[in-house]
């Protein structure tokens, strides 16, 4: 059964970084493409970022572009998302997820907090 499990949220200062990460099991990795999504309290949930397993292509939201950062390393098995300049809009659980193919998503972690205050 594949897994992900997120980590790496907290608390953090607007402006501030965190880097999350995406621990893959049950699966190997470099055959998919995997997303970030967020969800923030009374919103829909939206996509962040996205990388391609084969080519390494990658889509960001507008609201992230030039500010987070997705990659990936196969051999651990595990995609990140390092984000910068963080703002307080940016509060969410987020979560990642893994599909055959881009944009397409079948298994979701269970997801880590962020908070953007200062």
């Known amino acids: 059964q594949p897994q992900l499990v997120e980590s790496g949220g907290g608390l953090v200062q607007p402006g501030g970084s965190l880097r999350l990460s995406c621990a893959a099991s049950g699966f190997f990795l470099g055959d998919y493409a995997v997303g970030w999504f967020r969800q923030a309290p009374g919103k829909a949930r939206e996509g962040v970022a996205e990388i391609s397993a084969v080519g390494r292509s990658t889509n960001y939201a507008s609201s992230v572009k030039g500010r987070f950062t997705i990659s990936r390393d196969d051999a651990k098995q595990t995609v990140y998302l390092q984000m910068s300049n963080l703002k307080p809009e940016d509060t969410a659980v987020y979560y990642c997820?893994?599909?055959?193919?881009?944009?397409?998503?079948?298994?979701w972690g269970q997801g880590t907090q962020v908070t953007v205050s200062s």
């Open positions: 997820a893994q599909g055959v193919f881009i944009g397409i998503y079948d298994y």
